[in-house]
């Protein structure tokens, strides 16, 4: 069984991004157990609260995302930008640095879903850029933004889904990370930041 943790960076009820990770959820493959963690419990990243004095919802959440085979985060752009609180939550789960925090090594994707017919890239390049400047694995290539979201949702007998062509990008997207869970890289990457940590003690 494969496990994937699910992050939304938008926090309202009925967002575009909530209903794009609920068919996202809908499309994984079998042998994929998917679960959340709600970035809204994080309070703002503060090195004072940090360690020892770690808030119970980011112990929970480092937890969730040291057990997890992957992520996948599902993020609006905001004023062309990564949202604060999708920044906010890789802040409290890249820490404590050593030996290795929650991301090391860890398999990402990231989608996003806008109103814009033309925005949305920005902020899923620096979310798939932060991810592996902090020794996390994400999804290269292969990106996939649902433009005019607002649009693109239908019902299928009673269930919301996506025309096809949403429907083909999320499995698409899916199948990236899966891949990429399954692959040699994870391990790589874990191993290259043992290296790196045990030279600076060299």
């Not at 794009?20 to 998917?34: K, P, R």
């Not at 939550?89 to 925090?101: E, F, K, L, N, Y």
């Not at 400047?133 to 299928?156: C, H, K, M, S």
Request: net charge negative; aromatic share 6%; glycine share 8%.
């Amino acid at each position: 069984m494969t496990s994937l943790l699910v992050l939304v960076g938008s926090l309202r009820e009925q967002s575009l991004n909530k209903r794009l990770a609920n068919v996202a959820i809908a499309n994984v493959s079998d042998g994929v157990q998917t679960s959340f963690v709600d970035l809204s419990t994080l309070p703002l990243y503060n090195g004072d609260h940090d360690g020892e004095n770690s808030p119970e919802s980011v112990r929970a959440f480092r937890a969730a995302l040291h057990a997890a085979d992957g992520v996948l985060i599902v993020s609006p752009e905001y004023n062309y930008a990564i949202p604060g609180v999708v920044k906010n939550a890789i802040d409290w789960a890249s820490r404590p640095m050593m030996p290795r925090h929650a991301m090391v090594g860890k398999p990402m994707n990231c989608i996003v879903a806008t109103m814009s017919p033309s925005n949305g890239i920005r902020a899923l390049n620096d979310i798939k850029r932060i991810w592996a400047a902090v020794g996390g694995v994400p999804v290269n290539t292969f990106d996939f933004v649902l433009q005019t979201a607002q649009n693109r949702f239908i019902e299928v007998d009673g269930v919301e889904t996506l025309d096809d062509a949403g429907l083909k990008g999320v499995r698409a997207a899916l199948g990236h990370l899966e891949r990429l869970i399954a692959s040699a890289a994870p391990a790589a990457a874990i191993a290259n930041w043992e290296a790196f940590i045990a030279g600076l003690s060299a």
